[in-house]
């Protein structure tokens, strides 16, 4: 059973970081591609980022690009998103989620998800 | 803000059939990219409902059903359920941002 468990989520002030993880199991962790999708309280969902199973260079939403890093340890079968710079526009609910194949690309969707982290950006 | 668009609520009483609606543009459903549905019933993560515009992933009931025609695309809801309250999302690629988009989703209403 493909299970995704996502961490580090907590309060925060502006400008200040966090770093997330999300925990996978029940499948071959670096044969997948794998994303974080964010949903602020009360309304939609909001791709994040990206990163193929193997090599390749992740992606990113415009909203996040320079301040947010994902990453991935296929040895420890986790997925990463480090966060700089938070402002009260980054406060969500961060899913994990995985693609259904080891590459990303436009016929790309989001196979299975995990529950979520808070993220709270205030003072 | 959401790239594409659909309507905000839609309702039909037990047994009825209800259709979402999806609205994109050139550079997303209507450059071809695939469409994909997800559920997210209240206070749960989103479930993948339909993929490649009209492909049912295992366990979803075939009342469930997709399609896409130019810039849009639908999702129909059959024999409605009271458990299929919930709140309904489209998914596409978009070239221009190079990026994953999502709609602004739908709350579906079992009266």
């Known amino acids: 059973e493909v299970q995704l468990v996502e961490s580090g989520g907590g309060l925060v002030q502006p400008g200040g970081s966090l770093r997330l993880s999300c925990a996978a199991s029940g499948f071959t962790f670096s044969t997948y591609a794998m994303s974080w999708v964010r949903q602020a309280p009360g309304k939609g969902l909001e791709w994040v980022s990206s990163f193929s199973g193997s090599g390749g260079s992740p992606s990113y939403a415009d909203s996040v690009k320079g301040r947010f890093t994902i990453s991935r340890d296929n040895s420890k079968n986790t997925l990463y998103l480090q966060m700089n710079s938070l402002t009260a526009e980054d406060t969500a609910v961060y899913f994990c989620?995985?693609?259904?194949?080891?590459?990303?690309?436009?016929?790309?969707?989001?196979?299975?998800w995990g529950q979520g982290t808070l993220v709270t950006v205030s003072s | 803000q959401s790239v594409l668009t659909q309507p905000p609520s839609v309702s039909g009483a037990p047994g009825q059939r209800v259709t979402i609606s999806c609205t994109g543009s050139s550079s997303n459903i209507g450059a071809g990219h695939d469409v994909h549905w997800y559920q997210q019933l209240p206070g749960t993560a989103p479930k993948l409902l339909i993929y490649g515009d009209s492909n049912r992933p295992s366990g979803v009931p075939d009342r469930f059903s997709g399609s896409k025609s130019g810039t849009s695309a639908s999702l129909a809801i059959t024999g409605l359920q009271a458990e299929d309250e919930a709140e309904y999302y489209c998914?596409?690629?978009?070239?221009?941002?190079?990026?994953?988009?999502f709609g602004t989703g739908t709350k579906v209403t079992v009266l």
């Open positions: 998914q596409s690629y978009d070239s221009s941002l190079s990026g994953y988009v």
């Open positions: 989620a995985r693609a259904p194949g080891q590459h990303l690309g436009d016929l790309s969707f989001f196979h299975y």
